[in-house]
């Protein structure tokens, strides 16, 4: 058990640095920022389910989205930095045991304003849709 504890502290320190390296900002505070978003947002159902948003959106400053994007072609590293934030808001819902409203996903996207500068962090209830209606 303790093997596993350790492989999987690792793999989270792993995660961090990732972000940090993609982000350039601090990836603790934003991943605190999604972790608080999710918690905020929490319904209790029952005493054993408790249904969470499944679409957060991180918004970052537009000079840094630029930075990000830059460096990875494209939109290539805001996926990459949007998988790790969902990786990471994976397991802190099967730590909490939340339940997610649907597919979850984090997506990273510009933002002209920002009134800290660094980033803005929401979330919602994305409807199910039909694998046939996508495009």
């Known amino acids: 058990m303790g093997r596993l504890i350790r492989w999987e502290r690792a793999v989270e320190r792993w995660q961090d640095a990732l972000l940090a390296k993609l982000l350039?900002?601090?990836?603790?505070?934003?991943?605190?920022?999604l972790r608080?978003?999710?918690?905020?947002?929490?319904?209790v159902c029952s005493h054993s389910r408790v249904v969470v948003p499944n679409a957060y959106e991180v918004e970052l400053d537009a000079?840094?989205?630029?930075?990000?994007?830059?460096?990875?072609?494209?939109?290539?590293n805001a996926d990459r930095a949007g998988q790790a934030l969902t990786d990471?808001?994976?397991?802190?819902?099967?730590?909490?045991?939340y339940e997610w409203a649907g597919p979850l996903t984090v997506r990273v996207t510009p933002a002209a304003d920002l009134p800290n500068g660094r980033y803005h962090v929401a979330s919602s209830v994305m409807p199910h849709v039909r694998v046939d209606e996508f495009p």
């Open 88 to 97: 990471a808001l994976v397991r802190h819902g099967e730590e909490n045991h």
């Open 63 to 76: 000079d840094v989205y630029k930075e990000l994007t830059r460096r990875g072609g494209r939109a290539g």
């Open 24 to 33: 350039r900002s601090e990836p603790v505070e934003l991943l605190d920022a």
């Open 36 to 43: 608080r978003e999710c918690d905020d947002h929490a319904v």
